[in-house]
């Protein structure tokens, strides 16, 4: 399963095997794990194996839970008043979060940036899906707005990984995260302003509406979401 890497290692870049059997070529933290697709293989270190243990525990709990009552209590009296949310509303805003979950996971284990960049578009889009599920007029124009700056945001993103691949050849990790291989400042500066203008953290400000909208724990993997990727591209940004 590490033919792939090693044939297209560089050779002044050192490949050895690490106390774990995978092959170790000075990546961020050593490999814990490794899945092959091609000449695509994603990884876990330690780093992110934290991330993604976190990912999936909000995935499961979206899974299994049930959305909250919100309750409203009226201005000058006692009154209040509940939020119930609608079956199908409840089923779409799960289904989002679970799909926003796997994407989550997806670009964490990404051993590839083309791949990373994928997974946090559709961070993004499901981000929309699960506010826009709510029929509240004000977190629809919220979420309105958020997607059109998640569709310019995917601009730079996908820019940055075309820099990347265009000056040093590549698009794999596992090159990119050796200090022979030298990734300009600013495909790395595109990829973090992609990321924040997904909606990411922890630049909340496209996403104050989101904050109405009734339906957790399904609206929290819309924070979830965007902690962990956000966390993730520091990564990336910092080993390259």
Not at 134 to 158: C, Q, R, S
Request: hydrophobic residues 55%.
């Amino acid at each position: 399963m590490y033919e792939a890497i090693t044939a297209s290692l560089p050779a002044s870049v050192p490949v050895s095997e690490s106390a774990y059997g995978f092959t170790q070529t000075d990546i961020e933290g050593q490999a814990l794990f490794s899945l092959p697709f091609g000449d695509i293989v994603n990884f876990l270190t330690p780093y992110t194996a934290v991330l993604f243990v976190f990912a999936l525990t909000f995935t499961i709990i979206a899974l299994i839970s049930k959305p909250e009552r919100q309750v409203d209590t009226v201005m000058g009296g006692d009154a209040y008043y509940t939020k119930d949310i609608s079956r199908e509303t409840l089923r779409f805003q799960r289904f989002m979060a679970i799909a926003c979950g796997l994407a989550t996971m997806g670009g964490i284990m990404a051993g590839d940036v083309f791949n990373f960049t994928l997974f946090t578009a559709f961070i993004g889009i499901t981000n929309i899906g699960i506010v826009a599920a709510v029929k509240n007029k004000h977190i629809l124009d919220n979420a309105f707005e958020y997607g059109l700056l998640a569709m310019i945001g995917t601009l730079p993103l996908f820019v940055g990984a075309a820099l990347v691949l265009a000056t040093t050849g590549t698009l794999s990790m596992w090159i990119l995260f050796t200090p022979e291989v030298a990734v300009p400042l600013f495909a790395k500066l595109l990829l973090v302003i992609g990321v924040i203008a997904e909606g990411m953290a922890p630049v909340f400000v496209a996403k104050a509406e989101i904050t109405r909208a009734p339906g957790a724990p399904y609206i929290l993997m819309v924070h979830v979401s965007s902690l962990l990727i956000f966390l993730r591209v520091i990564e990336i940004v910092i080993s390259m």
